[in-house]
């Protein structure tokens, strides 16, 4: 199944459109928890409608302060009150030295920061009885490295216990970016912990660095990792389409997400059929 | 911890990055793209403000604007997970420091709070409350819509383009701001301060029309006149249209 980031931008038009069938919704928590009114009533709408999966972005598992544990309840409610499939975070850290910054930055890869942010996905996952999905995320700059990140990303998923949630845009983005060979570092993943996956456009903003910015459409050499990423996986997870900018005609979105289905059947299929 | 010292002091030293601007050398760091961070970092906040407060960014020169949120964002840690929620620590840091603009612009910490007001108005969670809306204006109990707030302004910044306010605008204004249960719209009334006190009355709980006029006169020490009651007729009339008065106490 494929589904859509659920985007204000494109509620109202996502809630009346006959063509357009995602088949699940994903949102940030912290754009809905404690919200009401208006925005309240579309959501509730679109949870008549759509399963309802979650990919947060203030947790901060990599920051150095505490963890908001109140913050943390908060999600726990939220997760519980609306029947949430799956809830995922970032690889990285949005808060530190007790000021958040509302965008993620890259944790050094190292040794410490392996055990560091593991221990505190295991707290996450022990505060609410759950497993949770990381997310690779795309970085622009290494800092203070010591493992590849590979290696980082490898020991955390085992030191952690938790599952992956494979971004196959931000792999194309950190291939491109740090100068490795995509295909070859989804072989080094841990596909038995695929739980999800996301799909997203990006920005080629100079000769040697690609932003992550969800604005666009998917390009082909991304669909074609996908596709690949499928064969390896050998089997369905859900798959999200994240569009957050310069937000097309929902027709444009659909025929994305019909494309992702249209890989997933083919492939998986043809699996099948060689299995069998 | 777990964490070491060195790691900890170069995601710290990104961090500050982000927040003010200033780079200091971070081991393995390629100064040619870390500057992309500072700029997402920057845009998030500075967009998020912007639709929080356009009013104020009308007001503001873009000099002032912008030094207005690189001193706010370098100089105050954001506590809120929640980035819709951050702009209210804007005004809250604004007004703690008793910053030069709001001496520039005497109006602007009622600025910053009427904008805030309206977006916590919107995106507040809802309150539900019992109430009816079928009824008799003259004869049952007024049901106040949970969700609003009585506001006191020295400057009319909720009926002047900001930049028109002068001194001789000062003045007291009293306005209920709420939010309208169908549309999640956010409005105001203006009020007089009997009105207010009648609506501060209905805020502890459902009473007729006819009870809030004679408890006022009662505090005030006025008579109950025809014309006072027909005054308070039209006020409780058009608040129910505009959903001020959410309906009547269910029986």
Request: aromatic share 12%; charged share 20%.
């Amino acid at each position: 199944m494929v589904g859509i980031g659920f985007r204000k931008d494109f509620a109202v038009n996502l809630l009346q459109s006959p063509s357009f069938n995602p088949a699940f919704i994903e949102v940030a928590p912290e754009n809905w928890i404690g919200v009401g009114g208006y925005w309240k009533k579309l959501f509730n709408q679109a949870l008549e409608k759509y399963p309802l999966y979650t990919h947060g972005l203030s947790l901060s598992v990599g920051s150095p302060d505490e963890l908001d544990l109140d913050f943390l309840q908060k999600v726990k409610c939220f997760l519980q009150e609306n029947n949430v499939q799956l809830y995922s975070e970032h690889l990285s850290y949005s808060k530190c030295d007790n000021a958040h910054l509302y965008d993620l930055l890259p944790i050094p890869f190292t040794a410490d920061a392996v055990h560091h942010v593991s221990r505190r996905i295991r707290q996450v996952q022990d505060f609410l009885e759950r497993k949770i999905a990381i997310e690779i995320v795309s970085y622009y700059t290494p800092v203070a490295p010591e493992l590849t990140e590979i290696a980082f990303i490898n020991a955390v998923l085992e030191e952690a216990g938790c599952d992956l949630l494979l971004d196959v845009n931000n792999v194309y983005v950190n291939a491109f970016n740090h100068h490795y060979n995509a295909k070859a570092f989804i072989d080094q993943l841990p596909m038995d912990k695929v739980a999800y996956i996301h799909m997203a456009g990006h920005e080629q903003v100079a000769d040697d660095l690609i932003i992550d910015t969800h604005g666009e459409a998917i390009i082909d050499p991304v669909y074609d990792l996908f596709t690949y990423t499928i064969q390896r996986l050998n089997r369905d997870v859900p798959v999200l389409l994240e569009r957050d900018f310069n937000i097309p005609e929902l027709d444009e979105l659909q025929h994305e997400m019909d494309r992702l289905q249209a890989i997933k059947t083919a492939n998986l299929k043809k699996t099948a059929y060689v299995i069998a | 911890m777990l964490l070491h010292e060195d790691t900890y002091r170069h995601q710290a030293a990104l961090a500050d990055y982000c927040r003010t601007g200033q780079y200091n050398a971070i081991p393995g760091v390629r100064e040619q793209h870390v500057g992309q961070y500072r700029r997402l970092v920057y845009n998030v906040v500075d967009d998020m403000l912007q639709s929080a407060y356009p009013l104020t960014r009308h007001l503001l020169s873009t000099r002032e604007w912008n030094a207005m949120v690189k001193e706010f964002f370098s100089n105050h840690p954001c506590q809120s997970p929640q980035v819709w929620y951050m702009p209210r620590e804007l005004y809250q840091y604004m007004t703690q420091k008793g910053h030069r603009l709001l001496r520039k612009y005497a109006f602007l910490q009622e600025l910053l709070w009427l904008e805030w007001l309206e977006v916590e108005l919107f995106m507040m969670e809802d309150r539900p409350t019992a109430y009816t809306t079928i009824g008799d204006l003259t004869t049952d109990p007024l049901v106040l819509n949970p969700e609003y707030a009585l506001q006191q302004f020295v400057y009319p910044v909720h009926l002047k383009p900001a930049k028109e306010i002068t001194a001789a605008d000062k003045g007291q204004y009293f306005l209920a701001l709420f939010r309208k249960p169908d549309s999640g719209e956010v409005t105001f009334m203006n009020l007089s301060p009997a009105l207010v006190a009648m609506l501060e009355l209905l805020q502890e709980g459902p009473q007729t029309m006819d009870a809030l006029v004679r408890q006022c006169c009662a505090a005030w020490q006025l008579p109950v006149t025809a014309d006072l009651l027909a005054a308070a007729k039209a006020f409780f009339t058009q608040a129910l249209e505009s959903r001020l008065i959410i309906g009547f106490k269910n029986h």
